[in-house]
């Protein structure tokens, strides 16, 4: 369940840049030229793309940690909690 074909983290956002582990530059997160957001939407928006790789580790480690928890406690965990069918949804799209 771990694809790494995405860059590596941590990723970095530096205003509207984001920078991948590596030191490429991933995106830039530009909409203020359509005049659809303001620049401080696109340095938010640069943050939390920069914050993906943490949080797809941050997923991770909770499905795994509440597999565990259910099949220890005598619990299918299939199909599990909804939020956990979610989180597995999740992971599904970005491990394809």
Known sequence: ???TQ???????????????????RLTICDTTCCGSMTAEED??????IAEAPAMLDAL?????RWE???EGDGFDPN????WLQNYRAILAKIDD
């Open 68 to 70: 565990n928890k259910l």
């Open 60 to 64: 991770r480690d909770s499905v795994r």
């Open 43 to 48: 340095k938010a928006n640069a943050r939390l």
């Open 6 to 24: 995405h860059t590596p983290g941590p990723w970095t956002a530096g205003g509207k840049t984001v920078w991948g582990g590596t030191g490429a």
């Open 79 to 82: 199909p599990g909690p909804v």
């Open 1 to 3: 369940m771990t694809n």
